[in-house]
């Protein structure tokens, strides 16, 4: 890793160390007890909670006692993803990193920028020692990208802080003041299998951007899952089929890549003849925008029972049926994505069906209503559907006082002014904002560009601006 020269040379010597820690969410044992030693190192008060949250406090500089107290906050875990060709055990290995022109990236996988550029800033600000700052109480929260459960662990009376800044925003020149809730649809089946009936088709669809499902929903990316089921859907166009196996996707709050459905039809000639044109209709769809998608279907072995037809065909239905992407636009906030959904995870394997959706909007309403089409469908097919692990969405409050503080700094640093937004993705500040109403809260980071995907990157410069705004952020906290 060629890191140790870039400039701030402290964040990246921070987020080095942490990213040779594995962190995959609900696997973050590892990285509770590194910043829980790097707190203890510093001598500093480190507390690690019954969720598995650790707060470490420190006390304000001289002369900035009586100012407002901070709560520096990000999450600990992070999305792991990687290209198919690639080998890597997110469990037991560290991230390997390489600089690429202005960019930090990972080889291969994601790179945990999201959010350990937050998690490595915060521990410069802890160790430092010529940074003004008011008392601080940093937030390392758990499990933030598959449920949230340490936000929503956190007690009521845990913190003392007066205002929160969440490090957890993707864009150096926007101050985030409210986010999107969102809820786990989860759906699932299991079939009677029988001995397939005809010959074997592969259908593998790979290549695709891939993305963060809130952030990226509406740039029109390719859903691995949703080609999968038009061609499915087109296959039944001259024949009906049995489907013996599908997989595709990972997690719920990344946009599939990567898809692969084995199916039995009886006739595999004129099966392929009928999705070559859409196949080639779909590439053309998508080609100024996915330009390495991929999509074979060729002729395979057997590798399982299948699924009745009937069955096959309700399902098939179902996958075509599903919303996916943006449900509705914000009225009220211009370019503001208010509710989506994404088809995340699609896997039959011997029978046992289980489709993984996450819903998000920042209308508690508009989310039920996207949840609920998922589910009528769904039902409709014989389907059994379990929500789960809803939060609530961030309410924002622009004219608040660190809002206002952020905004006169950003311009006199920079020469612009920022944008000040609500985001579409899931940020911890709703959950906390729940059981500390009266906390201001503010969000904002570096600028990361393919955050949930082997692409992730880290902008050098951009992460130079941040810390600049954050330091100053903190030298100028308004009195208690």
Not at 157 to 180: M, P, V
Not at 389 to 400: D, L
Request: hydrophobic fraction near 35%.
């Amino acid at each position: 890793m060629a890191l140790s020269n870039i400039e701030p040379q402290v964040i990246w010597k921070n987020f080095s160390k942490l990213n040779e820690v594995p962190r995959p969410s609900k696997k973050e044992e590892k990285v509770i007890a590194f910043i829980k030693t790097f707190g203890e190192n510093l001598g500093l008060p480190t507390t690690v909670d019954e969720v598995g949250n650790v707060i470490i406090t420190k006390p304000a500089t001289a002369g900035m006692e009586n100012r407002k107290s901070i709560v520096l906050q990000s999450h600990l875990d992070m999305v792991c993803q990687k290209n198919n060709d690639v080998t890597f055990d997110f469990e037991t290995q560290g991230i390997q990193m390489e600089v690429d022109g202005d960019w930090v990236k990972a080889k291969g996988t994601t790179l945990g920028a999201d959010n350990g550029l937050g998690v490595a800033t915060i521990m410069s600000i802890l160790e430092s020692t010529d940074i003004p700052h008011p008392e601080l109480e940093a937030l390392f929260t758990i499990d933030e990208e598959t449920g949230m459960t340490g936000a929503l662990g956190l007690k009521p009376s845990q913190l003392k802080g007066q205002i929160l800044l969440n490090l957890d925003t993707e864009e150096d020149d926007e101050i985030d003041i409210g986010c999107a809730g969102g809820v786990d649809v989860t759906v699932s089946n299991t079939y009677a299998t029988e001995n397939a009936k005809g010959e074997t088709v592969k259908i593998e669809v790979k290549g695709l951007r891939g993305g963060h499902s809130g952030m990226d929903i509406h740039k029109g990316f390719g859903n691995s899952n949703m080609i999968i089921g038009r061609l499915l859907y087109k296959g039944l166009e001259n024949q009906n089929l049995q489907v013996i196996s599908i997989d595709g996707g990972s997690l719920r709050n990344a946009i599939p890549r990567e898809a692969i459905a084995i199916v039995s039809v009886k006739n595999a000639n004129e099966f392929l003849a009928t999705l070559e044109t859409l196949k080639n209709e779909i590439l053309e769809e998508f080609v100024a925008i996915e330009a390495h998608l991929q999509i074979n279907i060729t002729v395979a072995e057997s590798t399982g029972k299948a699924i009745s037809e009937e069955d096959s065909k309700k399902l098939i239905y179902v996958l075509k049926s599903l919303h996916n992407g943006v449900y509705r636009m914000s009225p009220d906030v211009p370019d503001l994505v208010e509710s989506s959904n994404n088809v995340a995870k699609v896997e039959l394997k011997e029978g046992n069906l289980k489709i993984l959706n996450l819903s998000r909007s920042s209308v508690d309403s508009s989310k039920d209503s996207v949840a609920e089409q998922l589910k009528c469908v769904s039902e409709l097919a014989g389907m059994t559907v379990e929500m789960s692990g809803s939060y609530p969405g961030w309410k924002p409050k622009p004219g608040s006082e660190i809002v206002q503080i952020m905004e006169k700094i950003y311009t006199e640093k920079f020469g612009d002014k920022p944008h000040v937004v609500a985001c579409h993705a899931g940020l911890e500040c709703g959950i906390i904002g729940a059981n500390y109403p009266a906390m201001e809260m503010v969000s904002f980071g570096p600028t990361i560009r393919g955050a949930h995907s082997p692409e992730e990157k880290a902008n050098i410069t951009s992460t130079q601006k941040f810390w600049t705004f954050l330091k100053e952020i903190l030298a100028n906290i308004p009195q208690k």
